[in-house]
C-alpha cells in the first residue's frame, strides 16, 4: 500500500460498508464504530436498508470525527463493499485518495470504473469463508480486519474488540470470529497493508467514555427513567426498536413489555394499563398509528395519561417502511375525530430522544393527557456518541395523584373536578372510596355519561385549557448559529445535523444563519413565532411533499411570506451540500431581485 | 368517609335482559367479599357497556370492542386488582374479535361477562355475529363463540348462562371470579340476555337452553367430548348453558411477568432512589 509518509490524525472520516441485504455490512460498521469511539472520536452511524430480511443493495454508513457531527458527510474515504455493485452506486462519492476494499469472490471490478487516485483492493472474503468456516457470515471478519488494517488500527486492539463483541455469542462463535479476523489480517499482509502502517493515527484511550445509542433507545431509555414502567406495542419497522429495548432492561426495574396482537389491542392495553398508575408508553410507526387514533382519542377524552412515539417513515399506507419522512405531524397534530388536547415534542439531536421523551413521560401524568414524541426513521435508527445521560435533570413527581390518605381528607372526590388550570386529580384502582367512572363519552365531573349542554361546554374548555397550563412545562427551542442573523433555519428530527453543517458552509460563503430548533411542535409556542418575525427569510426543512410545519406555523400566526419550503419526500437523505445549494439559489435569486427593485 | 360517585339507575327498556346480569354481578361481588375499590370493572360500548354506572367499583367504559385489551392491560400492570369485563356480543364477537381469540388464547386471569342478545341493541337491532340466519335478512350463520373458545389451547373456563335462570346464573358469576380471583385465568361467561325491544328470543331461548349441570354424563373437563356434544345440541338447535368447559393452563400474569416483581402500578419509581441502578444500566451501555 502506498502510504502516506505521516499517518493523518482523523478530524472526519467518512466510512460505507454495503452489499447485499443480509451480508452484514450493519455488524462490520457496528464494530467500526465502536474501535473508533474507543479511540476518542464521536461517531455517527447510519444504514440504508430495505424492507426486507435477505438482498438488494444495503449499506451502512460510519462517520468518526472530532467535534460535533449530526448526519453523514458528503464524501466517502472508505468503501468496502461485499457486492460490487455498491461500488457502482457510490462510485460518484469517493473523495480523492479513497481507499475501496471489495470481495472479488464472484469477480474484479470493470476497468475505469475509478478515478485513478482511489485505491482499489480486492480479496475473495466470501470464498474464504466458506473455504475455512463454511459460512458466508465469517467473510464480514475477515473484511473487517483488511478495513482495520487500512485504516491503521492495531492488531490486538481489533482482537480485544472481537473479544468483547463476541463474548456472549459462545465460545465456538467467539473462535470462528477470532480466526476469521487473523485470515482477514494475513489477506491484508499479502495486499501489502502491513500492520501499523495504516493512513490514520488511532490508538484506544480509556480517557472519556460515551454512550454510542440510536434514537429509538434513547428514547426507551428516557421513558425508563422517568419512571416509565409498561409498555405494549406491536412490531413495526422502524419503532421496534423501542419495545425491544424496553423488554430487555425494564424488567429489572419492576416494569411490564408486553407484544399485542395488532394495534388496537396495543394502545387499549396501554390505556388500561395506565388507569391504574402505572406510567406507560406504547410506540409505533405509519399504520401503527392511523390504526391507533381512536385509542389517542380516548385518552384525550377521558384524560387518560399516555406516551406515544411515533418513528415516522415514509407514508401513506405502507409507504417506504425503512426510510425516513416527517409527514405524521398532521396527524399527530389534528389526527382523530373530534377535538381533543395532546401536545407534540420533537427531538433534533440523539440526547433529545432521551430528555424529550422522559419529559413527555413526566407531563402525561402532571396533565393527565396523550403526549406525542415525534421521531423519525433516521434519528430513530441511526447511532451517535452522545455525553452519558443526566439522570437528574428527570423529573418523577406523583402530582396530581392523591393517595388514600388525601382521599380520606376530603369530604367528596371528583374525577373530573373542574379546577384552575384544568387539571383533575385522580386516585389509581385499589384506593379506598376513590372510586370513579373513566369514560370517553361526555361526562360530568363525577365520571357519569352526561350530554347537558352546560356541562359539556365547561368540560371540552377545562380539558382544552390544559394545553394552556402546559405552555411553562413545554421544552423550548435549541438555538444555534449567529442570533442576529436575518436569515433562519426550522427543522426538527433528522434536519438538526444536516442544518448545521449547512450552516458552517454558507457561513464559509459569508451568509450568517440561525437555527431554531423548535422541540415543542404542538402547540406551536410564541417563541417559534417571535423567532420567524425577527428573521427576514426562514428555511423550514422538512421531509414530506405539503410543508407540514411551515403551513402549521402559518396558521397559528407567522408571516408566509418569510417562509422559504426545503421539502424533501424522495426516502432519500438531504445532503449537506443539496440544502447549501438550495439556500444559495433562492439568497442569489432574492439579492438580484431586490439589486433590479434599487 | 369521602363520598364518590353515586351509581346511577340502569337505563335499560323494561324487561331488558342485562337487569339479570347487573343482579347476579352484584350478587357475586357481594358473596365474595370483593371490595369495591379492589375491582376495576370495564365497559364495552352498546346498551350492555353501561353495565359499570350502575355499580360502585372503579368502572373504566373503553372504546367499542376494546374490552379485552383494556382488561389485560391493568391486570398485568396491578395483578392484585379484581379486573371484570363487560360487553355485548357485537362488542366482543364482532369488531373486538379478534382480541377474543387472543385473549382466550393468552389466558389472563380476568372475568369477561358477555351479555349476548343476538343483536346490535344500542344502535337499533341489526344483526349481530350471534344473529341467527334470517333475523333482519342476516344471511350468515350464527357464530358460536364457546366453540371458538373450545379450539384455542390456551381456555380455561368457559361458561354460558340465561337471565331466566337467575340463580343459576349468579352461581356462574361466583364461580367465574372464583376462578379469575384463583389466577387460574380468563372466565369466559356468556350470558343468553334478551333485547326485548329489537330481539325478544325470551320464548325461544326458554325452550332450547339445556343445561348441562342436570345431565350427570356431561363432563367439562373433556374438551372432545364437550365439542362433539355442543356440535350436536347446535344439531337439534339446543342452546347449552351451565360450566361448559374447564381446562388448567398458566395464566398469563404468572408467565408473562417476572416473579419476584410485584405490581408495576405500584413499584417505587423514585428518581433519586434509583439513579444508581440507571447510571449502573448506561455504564454497561458505554462503549
Ligand atoms: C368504532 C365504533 N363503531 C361503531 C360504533 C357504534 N356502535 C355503538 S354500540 C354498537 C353495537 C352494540 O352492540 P352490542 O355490542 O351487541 O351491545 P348491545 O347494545 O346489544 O348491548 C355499535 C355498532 C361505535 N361506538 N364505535
Ligand atoms: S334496546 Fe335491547 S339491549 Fe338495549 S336496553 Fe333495550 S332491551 Fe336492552
Ligand atoms: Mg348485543
Redesign the pocket.
Known sequence: MNRPETRLPVEDLNIIVAGQGGDGSLTVINLLATVLQQSGLKVYTERDVLSRIKGGLTSATLRAFKGDRYCIGGHIDLLMAFDPDAIEKRAKQLAAGSIVIYDNSGGDIREGLLDPDVRVYGAPFARQAVKSFRRDLFKNSIGFAVAGRALGLADDFMRATFERRFARSGPQNLKYNLDALALGLALADELGMSAGHGLYEIVPTERHQRLLITGNDAAAFGFLAAGGRFFAGYPITPSTDVMEWLDKYIADFGGVVRQAEDELSAINMALGAALTGVRTMTATSGPGLSLMQ?GIGQAGAAEIPLVVIDVQRGGPSTGLPTKPEQSDFDLMIFGGHGEFTRAVLAPGSTEDCFYLTALATELSQRYQMPIYVALDQALGQNSASVEPFDFSRVTVDNRPRYSAGEVAQRDIYKRYAFTENGVSPYTIPGTPDGMWLVTGNEHDEFGHVSAAPGNRKKQMDKRASKLVSMVPDLPRAGRYGDPTAKIGFIGVGLTYGTILEAMEALADHGIATQYFQPKTVWPVLDETLEFIASCDRVYVVEYNSTAQLAKLFVREGADGSKIENVLKYDGAVLQISELVAEVLSHEVAHYEREVNAA | MTTTFTPSRPYWCAGCGDYGVLQALENGLRQLGIAAHEALVVA??????SLQNNLSCYGYHT??GRVLPSCTGAKLANPELTVIGV?????GYA?GGGHFMHTLKRNPSITYIV?N?A?????KGQP?PTSLNGFENNVEEDLDPVLLGLSMPGSTFLARGYTGQPAQLTRLVVEALRHAEAGKGFAYLEVLSP?VTYNDTYREWRTAVFDVEQDATYDPNDRAAVFARLLQCRAERRLPIGLLYRNEHPALESVALRKDNGPAALVDIDSALLKPRYEKLMQSLMR
Not at chain 2, 364495552?44 to 357497556?49: L, Y
Not at chain 2, 360487553?87 to 362488542?91: A, E, H, P, R, W
Request: proline share 0%.
Open positions: 381512536e | 364495552g360500548i352498546g346498551c350492555s357497556g372504546l367499542h360487553g355485548g356480543d357485537g362488542d369488531i351479555m342478545n343483536t346490535y341493541g344500542l344502535t349481530s333485547c
